[in-house]
C-alpha cells in the first residue's frame, strides 16, 4: 500500500499560484498519481493524473520528480471558487486487491482569500 | 455528476431499522464503489463490485451489505442502523478501460442520520 502524506491546510490569496505537495515514498512500479477535488457536501471530482515528469490539463498540472516519491499538484490563479478539499492518490486499481487498498485520506484544505 | 444518482438524497432514521441507499449510474461502467465520509475526514471504502458477479469488502464493511443488482445498481444496506454509522455516503464509478487507472465518478452522496 502506497501511503500519501499531505499538508492539512493550506491558505492562498486570488490570483496566486497554489502548488500541493504530496509524499508517496513506497510508490510501487505500476503505481499512478491521481488528484481530486472535493466541495463540501459534494462527492470528489476527478482533477488530474499522471506517471512521471508532468502533466498539464485545462485545470493544474502535476509534477512528478524521477524518484516518484513526491508528486506536486500546481493550480495557477486560484479563484475562491477553488476552496476544497485536495486529495492525491496512488495506486493501479487494475486489480480487485489494489482497489481494495485505495483510500482518500483527510486531504488537503485549500483556503483561497479575496 | 448526473450520471451517477443516488436515492435517497437525505434520510433520517433511527437506530436497529434496516436502511437500503441506492446508486444508479448511465456510465456503462463495470466497477462501482460504496464510501462513507465522515466530517473532517477522508472517504473510506465500504464495498466495491467490480462486476455483477464481483463483491468485495473495502476497509470498514462491518455492519454494512451491498447488492449488485446489474450493471449499473449497486445498493448498501445497513441491516441494523447504529449512532456511528450517520455519516455521508457515497457512490462512485470507474471504468479501466477508459482511463489510466481507474478515474472514479462520484454521486451526489446521500447524508445518513441515525439517532
Known amino acids: 500500500l502506497a501511503k500519501t502524506t499531505q499538508p492539512i491546510s493550506m491558505d492562498s490569496y486570488e490570483g496566486q499560484e497554489v502548488n500541493i505537495t504530496c509524499s508517496h515514498n513506497?510508490?510501487?512500479?505500476?503505481?499512478?498519481i491521481t488528484w481530486y477535488q472535493q466541495f463540501p457536501s459534494q462527492g470528489p471530482r476527478f482533477i488530474i493524473q499522471?506517471?512521471?515528469t508532468k502533466v498539464t490539463n485545462e485545470v493544474a498540472s502535476l509534477f512528478i520528480p524521477a524518484d516518484r516519491k513526491s508528486s506536486t499538484l500546481s493550480l495557477p490563479r486560484v479563484s475562491l471558487s477553488d476552496t476544497a478539499v485536495y486529495y492525491c492518490?496512488?495506486?493501479?486499481?487494475?486489480?480487485?486487491?489494489?482497489?481494495?487498498?485505495?483510500?482518500f485520506g483527510s486531504g488537503t484544505q485549500l483556503t483561497v482569500l479575496p | 455528476d448526473a450520471d451517477v444518482t443516488q436515492t435517497p438524497r437525505n434520510r433520517i432514521t433511527k437506530t436497529g431499522k434496516r436502511i437500503m441507499l441506492e446508486c444508479s449510474q448511465t456510465?456503462?461502467?463495470?466497477?462501482m464503489y460504496w464510501y462513507r465520509q465522515d466530517p473532517g475526514l477522508g472517504l473510506r471504502l465500504i464495498y466495491y463490485?467490480?462486476?455483477?458477479?464481483?463483491?468485495n469488502k473495502g476497509e470498514i464493511s462491518d455492519g454494512y451489505s451491498v447488492s449488485r443488482q446489474a450493471q449499473a445498481k449497486f445498493s448498501l444496506s445497513l441491516e441494523s442502523a447504529i449512532p456511528n454509522q450517520t455519516a455521508l455516503y457515497f457512490c462512485?464509478?470507474?471504468?479501466?478501460?477508459?482511463?489510466?487507472?481507474?478515474?472514479?465518478?462520484f454521486g451526489p452522496g446521500t447524508r445518513l442520520t441515525v439517532l
Open positions: 499522471g506517471y512521471k
Open positions: 456510465k456503462g461502467h463495470d466497477r
Open positions: 463490485s467490480f462486476d455483477v458477479k464481483d463483491i
Open positions: 462512485a464509478t470507474s471504468d479501466p478501460t477508459t482511463t489510466s487507472t481507474d478515474t472514479q465518478y
Open positions: 492518490l496512488v495506486g493501479d486499481g487494475a486489480t480487485s486487491g489494489s482497489a481494495r487498498q485505495l483510500t
Open positions: 513506497n510508490i510501487a512500479t505500476n503505481d499512478y
